[in-house]
């Protein structure tokens, strides 16, 4: 069933840039009320002067419960009831699991695997009770697939997956849809400093914003970037183990976060793990 997406509000988190920017930036482009939350003011206050007086940007912690609250409360006086919420918010620290601190995989695990169930929490039962709405987890196909040295991140991506399958099969039947968004390799900050995998395309974040207003439009429960990567990993299922563990060392996929350079990454990561 195709839905519309002019003149619905769309609530992003991590809306201050990457994925989630360029998701704002073309959803306003199809007529939606966009509102962004982001836990970095300065950079909220440039998406802000990007998007427009007619954009809502709000400070917005999605690991805080109450910090989503007063964010769905300040969308919904502002532009109106959410229709459709985009949880996208998420950090990537990566590096061998036994050097991780346990601050950082906390920290990974509120603002990945948390901050989701927050936002579900916050803005589902306002949809069940209007009986229409959408919510949009973008997870990674780290999520469907082994990631030496992103072991914490996968996890929580993997939880995410989970996650939004088991909302679809408990609550899609009071009018809410439920979309899953794993994209590969994607040309924001998170991956600075690593080299990609062999053969596979490394995304654009107007790419993935491209695959969620599609999903939008036309709701599906799994939406994969770039489509090819839902087949690749289908067909390593049905290898089995040894040989997609065989077929990921010839494609580098094994050392892609092990191997890189951490003086290209030391800002994003010092900024990811100090914000709050």
């Known amino acids: 069933m195709r839905r519309r997406i002019d003149g619905r509000v769309v609530a992003i988190t991590g809306g201050a840039r990457g994925i989630g920017l360029a998701t704002a930036r073309r959803l306003q482009a199809a007529g939606a009320r966009v509102a962004i939350g982001d836990v970095d003011a300065e950079a909220l206050a440039a998406a802000r002067q990007d998007l427009g007086p007619d954009a809502f940007a709000g400070e917005l912690d999605v690991a805080d419960m109450a910090s989503f609250r007063r964010f769905a409360e ?150 994969y970037v770039p489509r090819s990567v839902g087949a690749i990993l289908r067909m390593q299922a049905l290898l089995g183990r040894r040989i997609r563990d065989a077929m990921n060392r010839a494609l580098g996929a094994d050392r892609t976060f092990l191997d890189a350079d951490r003086e290209a990454r030391a800002a994003y990561e010092a900024r990811i793990l100090t914000e709050s």
């Open 74 to 223: 300040s969308v919904e006086d502002a532009l109106g009831p959410i229709g459709v919420l985009v949880n996208n918010a998420g950090i990537m620290p990566i590096g061998p699991l036994l050097e991780e601190t346990e601050a950082t995989a906390r920290r990974i695990v509120d603002v990945n695997l948390l901050g989701c169930l927050n936002g579900m929490k916050v803005v589902l039962p306002r949809m069940i009770e209007r009986g229409e709405g959408h919510v949009i987890n973008v997870a990674s196909v780290a999520g469907k697939a082994p990631v030496p040295g992103g072991a914490t991140y996968a996890a929580a991506k993997a939880a995410v997956v989970s996650l939004t399958e088991t909302a679809r099969v408990e609550l899609g039947g009071r009018g809410v849809a439920f979309t899953c968004v794993m994209p590969s390799f994607t040309a924001t900050e998170l991956i600075a400093g690593t080299k990609g995998t062999r053969f596979v395309e490394t995304v654009q974040p107007d790419d993935v914003a491209a695959a969620i207003a599609k999903a939008i439009a036309r709701p599906r429960a799994d939406v």
